[in-house]
């Protein structure tokens, strides 16, 4: 075992580039070279490894933290600067005062931007917000995410009331006069139509204003019809 400290040492001071007596004096003086970084650092700043021969890690706390993602700082970096009131933006990629980012770990620009790409690429998050939006204006239930999908699938995107591409939902009976948030009672609609509609009864409001009916709308409505 003596022979294998010795040659441990030996190595450890052969890549620090010092005599076995320098690199001896500087660990007995309580120092440790990282090697990462490859600084002499207290030993203090490295984590202790009972399998080492020394009982500590081979690189510092800072080093140890952002071996994963050196562009990103570890928990031990982030405690200190929360504790000097800043936080880290992934956005800006800088330290920022803490009541300048959000929650979720940016600023709130980048939160932002990240939430509208999000929005944009996946369409799933998209059907969620925008039910999300319509149910908090309307205080009304929610339409699930499925059910979502069938209905705008069924009008292959498009109005129910036009052509043009949908982008709110619309309760072919109205929530004033009684409708619900079920299946048969929402159709997709573009913002012109869901606003004109507005509590009108259906086929009265498509004859005032010259539209075709859509016969998937028609299938939509008989079907209110039977379970309404």
């Given at each position: 075992?003596?022979c294998?400290?010795?040659?441990?040492?030996?190595?450890?001071?052969?890549?620090?580039?010092?005599?076995?007596?320098?690199f001896?004096?500087?660990?007995?003086?309580?120092?440790?070279?990282?090697?990462?970084c490859?600084v002499?650092?207290p030993?203090?700043?490295?984590?202790?490894d009972?399998?080492?021969?020394?009982?500590?890690?081979?690189?510092?706390?800072?080093?140890?933290?952002?071996?994963?993602?050196?562009a990103?700082?570890?928990?031990?970096?982030?405690?200190?600067?929360?504790?000097q009131?800043?936080?880290?933006?992934?956005?800006?990629?800088?330290?920022?005062?803490?009541?300048e980012?959000?929650?979720?770990?940016?600023?709130?620009?980048?939160?932002a931007?990240?939430?509208?790409?999000?929005?944009?690429?996946?369409?799933?998050?998209?059907?969620?917000?925008?039910?999300?939006?319509?149910?908090?204006?309307?205080?009304?239930?929610?339409?699930?995410?499925?059910?979502?999908?069938?209905?705008?699938?069924?009008?292959?995107?498009?109005?129910?009331?036009?052509?043009?591409?949908?982008?709110?939902?619309?309760h072919?009976?109205?929530?004033?006069?009684?409708?619900?948030t079920?299946?048969?009672n929402?159709?997709?609609?573009?913002?012109?139509?869901?606003?004109?509609?507005?509590?009108?009864?259906?086929?009265?409001w498509?004859?005032?204003?010259?539209?075709?009916?859509?016969?998937?709308?028609?299938?939509?409505?008989?079907?209110?019809?039977?379970?309404?």
């Amino acid at each position: 075992m003596a022979c294998t400290k010795d040659g441990g040492v030996k190595f450890a001071a052969r890549a620090a580039g010092l005599t076995v007596d320098e690199f001896t004096a500087r660990s007995e003086a309580g120092s440790k070279r990282c090697n990462l970084c490859q600084v002499w650092k207290p030993v203090d700043e490295f984590c202790v490894d009972r399998s080492r021969r020394d009982g500590r890690y081979a690189r510092c706390n800072p080093c140890r933290s952002r071996r994963k993602n050196p562009a990103r700082p570890g928990q031990r970096e982030r405690r200190e600067k929360r504790a000097q009131g800043l936080a880290w933006c992934r956005g800006c990629r800088a330290w920022l005062p803490c009541a300048e980012v959000a929650r979720g770990g940016a600023c709130r620009k980048h939160l932002a931007e990240e939430v509208r790409r999000h929005y944009k690429s996946n369409e799933a998050y998209r059907l969620r917000r925008r039910q999300h939006s319509h149910a908090k204006e309307r205080d009304v239930d929610p339409i699930p995410v499925e059910g979502q999908e069938v209905i705008l699938e069924l009008f292959d995107g498009h109005c129910a009331y036009c052509e043009r591409p949908a982008e709110t939902w619309d309760h072919v009976v109205a929530v004033a006069n009684g409708g619900q948030t079920v299946p048969w009672n929402i159709v997709p609609a573009c913002r012109s139509c869901n606003s004109s509609k507005g509590t009108s009864e259906l086929w009265d409001w498509l004859e005032k204003r010259g539209r075709a009916w859509n016969p998937y709308l028609v299938e939509h409505t008989n079907i209110l019809t039977r379970f309404g």
